[in-house]
């Protein structure tokens, strides 16, 4: 069973004496049900579950009077096997989406608190945060994702006592002995390919066999096709699903600028604009943009037609690449010099790009931008406000110079910066280099 981090957040909510009914938006598939399933049954006397897909029926509670005593009354008609338990029950309103009345009943149920309610919902903000019904103020929010390189490196048999040690190199920026630096630089190039989708790192981590892993990500990558058919508005989907398959032509660009003209020749903004807004709502993608200097806040120097769109999962991004990319990405050299049309080359540093993007988005960062100023080479792959102040990094996927990164380390305001790359760490001035995998201490 793979172990969660959110399960650590969920004990929090629940020891909070005010604590409101939680909505946990993220992504199809990426264990929000199992995940409150388990914390469930663990946490509570009695758990009840309720899915608006799987049982439909169920709406039928939710029509009428919402006053909980008469929710209790109309569930207990149909979960006949369960107790429901004042101060000792846990309600999962599963894919809430699919049930608006479901949605306005959280204030209810958060008013009269003699029950705890968790509700989990793959396309929520899509439809009912504008609905006069929706419960403003009344509800607490949990965005969630597939698992983080932390999370993976556990199902992978590492220790969080290895973990806790590579934290300490980190926070002390002391080299890591080489044979821990190469097996954590291995499993980052694992992570790469194979992501942190539950069931494709359950594939993974069952069989050890990329192949297998590869045949789960493919599907659950059609999954979401899929899904942008079902929940998207039919003036959206077509749109939608253009923009969301040509990610990985976008990032494999020189520029990787997300450009409309590469999803439909003279595509424009107004076009398609509201297809982007639709696959960020949906946690299908990330959209970090250009500012066009550092300096405090970063928000006003943002351009917001530049910009570059990063999937939330790096798994489901090469699902959308040849397998066989996949070997010369883990390290077979020998079919990367034999190939002719896997344009490595320029593919890499998209992909590395991505990797880091995927880390980043999964600590759950409001605000990521970058910087590419069209006067000059000068670009720094990702700019954050860190615990410190303003954060540059630049991200290498070998051991080239961060050139970039120097020149912009001459801003006084920038306390140092970090390049990421296939380095052990070490530190000359303002300028922090770390292998990749660190980044999960971020």
């Known amino acids: 069973m793979l172990k969660r981090k959110i399960l650590d957040r969920l004990l929090e909510w629940k020891e909070k004496p005010n604590r409101k009914s939680l909505i946990i938006s993220g992504a199809r598939q990426i264990g929000k049900t199992f995940s409150v399933r388990e914390f469930g049954r663990e946490h509570y006397e009695s758990f009840v579950e309720i899915n608006f897909i799987e049982n439909p029926e169920m709406k039928q509670v939710f029509e009428g009077a919402l006053s909980v005593d008469s929710l209790i009354l109309k569930l207990s008609m149909y979960i006949e096997d369960k107790r429901l338990i004042p101060g000792k029950t846990l309600i999962l309103l599963d894919e809430i989406q699919e049930c608006e009345n479901a949605i306005a009943s959280l204030k209810f149920w958060n008013d009269d608190d003699r029950y705890d309610v968790i509700a989990t ?10 609905s006069a019904s929706y419960p403003v103020g009344n509800v607490e929010y ?3 994702y597939s698992l983080d390189f932390e999370e993976f490196v ?10 806790a040690k590579l934290k300490e190199y980190y926070e002390k920026r002391e080299r890591v002995p080489e044979a821990i630096h190469n097996r954590m630089s291995e499993l980052m190039k694992y992570y790469m390919v194979i992501g942190g989708m539950p069931d494709v790192v359950n594939a993974f981590v069952s069989t050890k066999n990329i192949a297998t892993a590869d045949e789960v990500q493919r599907r659950l990558y059609k999954d979401y096709i899929m899904d942008i058919a079902h929940y998207a508005k039919p003036d959206i989907k077509i749109k939608a699903e253009k923009c969301y398959r040509t990610i990985q032509a976008q990032l494999a660009k020189e520029n990787h600028k997300f450009q409309y003209g590469a999803v439909e020749h003279k595509a424009t903004a107004n076009k398609f604009g509201n297809s982007i807004d639709w696959l960020k709502n949906a946690y299908f993608v990330k959209e970090v943009t250009n500012i066009s200097r550092i300096a405090y806040p970063l928000d006003t120097y943002k351009d917001e037609g530049n910009f570059r769109l990063y999937s939330t999962d790096i798994g489901i991004f090469m699902a959308g690449y040849d397998f066989n990319l996949k070997r010369v990405l883990l390290g077979e050299k020998e079919l990367e010099n034999k190939s002719t049309d896997l344009l490595i080359g320029t593919a890499k540093g998209g992909i590395y790009e991505a990797l880091a993007a995927d880390m980043l988005i999964k600590k759950d960062i409001e605000n990521i931008y970058f910087l590419k100023d069209p006067k000059s080479t000068m670009e720094i792959e990702f700019i954050i406000n860190g615990r410190d102040g303003i954060l540059p990094i630049e991200i290498k996927a070998g051991r080239k110079k961060a050139n970039s990164l120097s020149g912009i380390l001459e801003n006084e305001i920038i306390p140092y910066g970090i390049k990421f790359s296939s380095q052990n760490i070490g530190v000359a001035g303002k300028k922090h280099t770390m292998p990749l995998y660190m980044m999960m201490f971020l």
């Open 154 to 163: 556990w199902a992978n048999g590492i220790s969080e006592e290895v973990i």
């Open 142 to 144: 949990l965005n969630m």
């Open 121 to 130: 919902g793959s396309a929520l903000g899509l439809s009912y945060r504008g």
